[in-house]
């Protein structure tokens, strides 16, 4: 079974710009949450979509947005891109909802934002 | 805020040594997983544990998760250089409704 996919790896954008990353999930997996993840703050939540709907929403800015397509993969925007936007973007698969059940990450997308 | 402190942050060992990574907060979780990380690549889950007290073990590794389902430990036996990574708690409680809280993770390096 194929694992989950991020597709681009690596983004280079400059501020002011906007970004689209996309999230493939593991087949079966209806749900699909987002991270960020940065040396100074570590893994942090974005959001998590559950058959279509965001169901949970971490404490970032509405620069930030999702959405899921009835096939479960994910993409996440980001508008008027900041330096501090620079990150590494992971997205997690998984069969329910929530954080107990096993999620499976993707490799992550890199973006530099410069 | 980060409800899950980790310690040490960073850690260098020689193969062989044992070493423990902690994962503390002040908040009950009804759940905590561990994950381990490296250059490149998504975190990969270890274990997750449920109930308080409760202790797993992956061959060299053993997860403990406290009484009070606050803190967990994982203690590595004879580390190896292929231990080597960035080791991720992370948390499930309803206060964050049941989103995964994560620990800014303790960087090991195990040089043979």
């Known amino acids: 079974k194929a694992g989950v996919t991020q597709t681009p790896r690596y983004l280079i954008k400059t501020r002011g710009q906007q970004v689209t990353l996309s999230c493939s999930p593991i087949?079966?997996?209806?749900?699909v949450s987002w991270y960020q993840q940065t040396p100074g703050q570590g893994l942090q939540f974005l959001f998590e979509?559950?058959?279509?709907?965001?169901?949970n929403k971490g404490n970032f800015p509405g620069r930030f947005s999702g959405r899921q397509f009835s096939n479960s993969r994910s993409e996440m925007n980001v508008s008027t891109l900041e330096l501090g936007d620079s990150a590494l973007y992971l997205c997690?698969?998984?069969?329910?909802?929530?954080?107990?059940?096993?999620?499976?990450f993707g490799p992550g997308t890199r973006l530099t934002v410069l | 805020t980060q409800l899950l402190e980790q310690s040490p942050q960073f850690l260098s060992i020689q193969e062989g040594e044992n070493l423990t990574v902690y994962c503390n907060s002040s908040?009950?979780?009804?759940?905590l997983q561990w994950y381990r990380q490296e250059p490149g690549e998504g975190p990969v889950l270890l274990v997750t544990?449920?109930?308080?007290?409760e202790v797993k073990k992956l061959k060299r590794l053993t997860f403990q998760f406290g009484d009070a389902r606050k803190d967990s430990s994982l203690h590595i036996t004879a580390a190896q250089p292929g231990d080597t990574g960035l080791y991720l708690c992370?948390?499930?409680?309803?206060?964050?409704?049941?989103?995964?809280?994560f620990g800014k993770g303790t960087s090991l390096l195990v040089t043979p």
């Open positions: 997690a698969s998984s069969i329910l909802a929530g954080g107990a059940d096993t999620q499976y």
């Open positions: 087949s079966g997996h209806r749900s």
């Open positions: 979509y559950f058959s279509e709907t965001q169901r």
């Open positions: 908040s009950v979780f009804s759940s």
């Open positions: 544990v449920v109930t308080g007290g």
């Open positions: 992370a948390g499930e409680s309803s206060n964050s409704g049941y989103a995964l809280n």
